[in-house]
């Protein structure tokens, strides 16, 4: 272009000096040299952002064009039609043909100045045509990069007396969809706190749109949390709270957390007051958070892991089957309608309305015990109250404490956390009044009254008579009706004291971190964990866990220590873990192994669950459970393939079948394997849970679900899968950032259920697990000392000994009031054996108080420490619960088991694996209750220890000289000896 230009205005200077005569010729090409305006800015730093590059640009290319066709107007119209000889010609300035441009670009031709010559409208002509296409696209573009320059750059105003708050980082149409829809629904039509998103880039057309939505909630201001310049705009000294947005499936997690750290960082030098929320995606840098000076838990600041939560919640499904769907289901909000088909449908959709809520408990209920209280709730208030917030210490612990034992007693304005579907009905246990409401059992009765005075109670059981006979449905007339609550409890604790077997640990004899939160041994090297698939018959492991791991030498960790600790928390003792096998690349868990060498009974056998021989090897046919982990982020072009490796390892160990053994009738599972006809064997399914990071993937695991019937065309909160428990996505975990804002309690409630029991309090405990062991037995038994989430069968344990139990009430009161154990939920058979083959079992959150009981169902709940689940004087060694899915053999490949004798991989003595010779059980003696008991020591030779507590067997000597104790290890999923 600049050659163009010169060669049309340089050669004509010249000539005009010899000719003695000056033309106007083409100098006002000189106009398109406007074009290099933009660089010359740039050069002279006069334009720097991206905006005002673009804009000079555009205004370069219009004036340069009207610049210049004002100069071919010009020197026509003056000149006239060669051909004529200028006698058109007309005296017009260069001004005027400015003018006639402008007026002929706007299309609206005034008609005062117009072009009289042929050349000059013939140049107008196509002049015409050419300026509709060229400014109908610059000239709006200018208009709307000035216009956004203001619109989202102008600093928030605060208004005096409206709350706002400031959310930054991942501002994108989905994060921006799933906060608004969460953090809304809370306090449906009663929100008055504004949200002003800081976003980096300004939003694009569709988040426009979903902000003009949101107009009455929502503004946007374009900047980064890490200028000081702009979080002065959005004045985050005056906002409630910052929340940080976290991309769970970018490519590169680490730098992820790392620019989300700085956010904060550059939050608290600015302001060390505000509160901020912040999501995190790997485990390992949370470190980096409390050490920031004005971090500070109690005014609010609070960490969101994803990984710890997800793999938490991945654990505990491990433990406990279905607990990883009953725990989800409390966090999670349906608000679409369906429809169900089936009445095991309704069920669990009547429980997903039930959600974890706090409140203020009533200073009337100071002095009392926790299961008092939370038995006064059920029954009068009809609330579940399941823990409470505890101000003091109390065997070493503090906070949070899930059902804590009577010992504790409560204080007044005792924070307690309710399973129930609304504020309204938890209000009631503020509300309560002993003197207004002693003798009313209807909960709608149960409000605000005008008492002034309250009555300090120090014995409660003299002043709150809550009767057995009170609820019809919780009891029968034959039981004891005149009997006060304190006398009942009194009269229960003697019952429990002839059931209840009190594990009391020998010093040394459990080896824990420093906190006594969870299992602690020697750094082990990795050499002696790994695994040979030739050498199976070294390690076939029973009743274990096995996961699949996906990941080489180069991907993002994800955290396993985070899956570990739960399976080894302290509130289970050594005989009760689970042997864990990892399934992955061996440069992969490598590089894991450096967080994992301080747990005992891990394993790690390379290979990939994507090939049936790895599989057999890690003898998956006898484990409690096999847990597929989603593979990291990887930047692929579709959402639908970040789970393609977790499906097809899914579809690869669904389609593996185990038959159960003729043999052994001795074995007390035997006869539900077999209906009593030999030639119709049956066979089960390999118990699985699968973490799916995409949940519209539910539709390639829905088909293994073995149902006819389900929800159709539902996400994955109503799939089959999830309410098997079969089925885990972290999606949910994108809500907790509302519910920290307005209840950070939540929170530490679910990292405590989710974690095995480690608090924020306790947290930093981890980072010095690692240093040594306890040496003291006290601080052993105050960091273990807490509740454990576990199933127990009401016909196999010791809940059978309550009466009646027709209801969920009467368990509920029985199990509370005789051993302290708090029912939560049901895990309930789908239907009957012949239309559910498999014996799939769904979630029941929290039953209504009447709700009836089958003989086949399983409670969740929370039990103490050493309180044994299994009658001591039974004859019987059947196992509390078997969630085992069996249908008929059918003409299809099946794995037979091998029957040989077991192998312990581990020494328990030495605790070094054994490579040529056998573990040979020696029992142990130890002092229980003052007196001795024989206890075989936990060996993969036995048929493995359940997790909830050792069957405790009595044998009798046939010459009566001595009883002996022997636990029954026999899991629920375990099915040979």
């Not at 003056?78 to 007026?103: C, H, T």
């Not at 009767?467 to 006060?484: I, N």
Request: hydrophobic share 40%; charged share 20%.
């Amino acid at each position: 272009m600049n050659s163009i230009v010169d060669i049309f205005t340089i050669p004509p200077t010249f000539i005009s000096y010899y000719l003695k005569s000056n033309w106007l010729g083409l100098r006002f090409l000189r106009a398109l040299r406007l074009l290099e305006l933009p660089q010359i800015l740039q050069i002279l730093q006069a334009i720097r952002t991206s905006s005002s590059v673009k804009f000079s640009k555009l205004l370069s290319i219009v004036l340069s064009t009207w610049f210049t066709a004002a100069g071919f107007i010009h020197l026509v119209e003056n000149s006239g039609d060669p051909w004529l000889k200028g006698r058109n010609s007309q005296n017009i300035s260069y001004f005027e043909s400015i003018y006639l441009v402008m007026a002929t670009t706007s299309t609206v031709g005034f008609g005062d100045v117009v072009a009289k010559t042929s050349l000059g409208r013939t140049f107008i002509m196509f002049f015409t045509l050419g300026s509709l296409i060229l400014f109908a696209n610059y000239v709006p573009e200018m208009v709307e990069i000035f216009a956004n320059k203001r619109k989202y750059t102008s600093p928030y105003e605060v208004v005096k007396g409206k709350k706002f708050i400031v959310v930054c980082g991942n501002i994108t149409v989905d994060s921006v969809t799933a906060f608004l829809r969460n953090f809304l629904r809370h306090k449906s039509g009663q929100i008055n706190i504004e949200i002003v998103f800081l976003g980096e880039v300004p939003p694009s057309l569709e988040l426009e749109t979903l902000f003009k939505c949101y107009m009455a909630y929502t503004t946007f201001v374009s900047g980064s949390a890490l200028k000081w310049e702009d979080l002065r705009r959005v004045a985050v000294e005056s906002a409630e709270a910052c929340l940080i947005i976290a991309n769970p499936l970018c490519s590169d997690s680490h730098a992820e957390d790392t620019s989300n750290i700085m956010r904060v960082l550059s939050i608290k030098n600015y302001n060390p007051n505000t509160r901020v929320i912040i999501q995190i995606l790997q485990s390992h840098n949370k470190v980096f958070l409390p050490k920031i000076p004005s971090w500070n838990c109690t005014t609010g600041d609070n960490i969101i892991c994803f990984a710890e939560l997800k793999l938490g919640f991945m654990a505990q499904g491990c433990l406990v089957p279905g607990l990883c769907t009953f725990l989800t289901t409390l966090f999670i909000e349906q608000n679409k309608k369906v429809f169900p088909k089936q009445p095991w449908q309704k069920h669990f959709l009547n429980g997903l309305k039930n959600k974890i809520l706090t409140q203020r408990l009533s200073d009337d209920f100071a002095g009392m015990s926790f299961p008092e209280v939370s038995r006064l709730c059920f029954v009068k208030m009809g609330l579940m109250l399941i823990a409470i917030e505890h101000k003091s210490l109390f065997r070493g612990c503090c906070g949070l404490m899930l059902n804590p034992p009577a010992e504790v007693k409560l204080r007044k304005n005792t924070l307690g956390f309710f399973i129930a579907e609304s504020s309204k009905e938890v209000i009631r246990a503020a509300f309560y009044c002993a003197k207004c409401h002693g003798d009313v059992f209807i909960p709608e009765l149960i409000g605000k009254c005008n008492c002034k005075t309250k009555i300090q109670r120090h014995f409660p059981g003299t002043t709150i008579l809550v009767k057995r006979g009170s609820m019809r449905e919780f009891s029968d007339s034959t039981q004891s009706d005149d009997l006060p609550f304190g006398q009942e409890r009194l009269m229960s604790n003697v019952s429990f004291a002839t059931r209840a077997f009190l594990y009391e640990p020998e010093p040394g004899c459990d080896q824990l971190d420093d906190s006594g939160m969870f299992h602690w041994c020697r750094a082990i090297a990795l050499d002696r964990v790994i695994l040979k698939r030739m050498d199976k018959s070294k390690h076939e492991f029973r009743n274990h866990v096995v996961a699949c791991v996906f990941g080489d030498a180069h991907s993002t960790l994800m955290g396993l220590r985070n899956f570990v600790i739960p399976l080894r928390a302290s509130s289970y003792t050594r005989q009760e873990l689970k042997d864990i096998v990892f399934i992955g690349s061996l440069d992969y868990l490598k590089r894991e192994w450096v967080f994992l060498r301080n747990f005992p009974q891990i394993y790690i056998l390379p290979g990939s669950a994507l090939f049936p021989e790895d599989l057999r090897a890690a003898n998956i046919e006898e484990c409690s459970m096999c847990a597929v982990l989603s593979s990291s982020s990887k930047a692929l072009s579709s959402p639908a393939l970040v789970d393609t490796e977790t499906i097809m390892a899914t579809l690869n160990i669904g389609s593996l079948r185990v038959i159960c053994a003729p043999h052994m009738p001795e074995e007390p599972w035997t006869s539900e394997c077999f209906t009593g006809f030999p030639e119709k064997p049956k066979f089960r399914r390999i118990p699985i849970l699968t973490e799916l990071k995409n949940p519209s993937n539910i539709h390639y695991i829905e088909q293994l679900s073995g149902l006819d019937e389900s929800f159709s065309g539902t996400n994955l909160h109503l799939s089959t899968s999830f309410s098997t428990g079969t089925v885990f996505s972290g999606s949910f975990l994108d809500s907790l950032l509302a519910t920290a804002f307005y209840n950070y309690h939540v929170l530490e409630l679910l990292q405590m259920l989710v974690t095995g029991g480690i608090s924020s309090q306790l947290e930093h405990f981890l980072d010095k697990s690692f240093c040594g062991l306890t040496h003291s037995c006290t601080s052993v038994v105050s960091g273990r000392a807490r509740c454990k989430l576990g199933l127990l069968s009401l016909n196999q344990t010791i809940l059978s000994d309550i009466e009646p139990r027709k209801t969920f009430g009467q368990v509920f009161c029985g199990s509370l009031d005789n051993f302290g154990i708090l029912c939560l939920g049901l895990y309930r058979m789908i239907d009957e054996e012949e239309n559910n083959p498999e014996e799939k079992r769904f979630v029941i959150t929290r039953p209504p108080n009447n709700f009836k009981l089958l003989p086949s169902d399983l409670v969740f709940c929370a039990i103490p420490y050493g309180t044994s689940c299994y009658k001591m004087d039974g004859t019987s060694s059947q196992s509390p619960y078997e969630i085992i899915n069996m249908v008929p053999l059918a003409s299809e490949t099946v794995t037979e088991i091998n029957y040989s004798p077991m192998v312990d991989p581990v020494n328990q003595t030495t605790k070094q694996p054994l490579t040529t010779s056998l573990h040979h059980l020696q029992p142990k003696t130890i002092s229980v209750s003052g007196s001795k008991q024989t206890v075989l020591p936990h060996s993969s030779k036995m048929p493995p220890q359940p997790r909830l507590g050792a069957t405790e067997t009595v044998k009798e000597n046939e010459k009566g000289k001595m009883k002996e104790t022997t636990e029954e290890n026999a899991p629920a999923s375990s099915k040979s000896n």
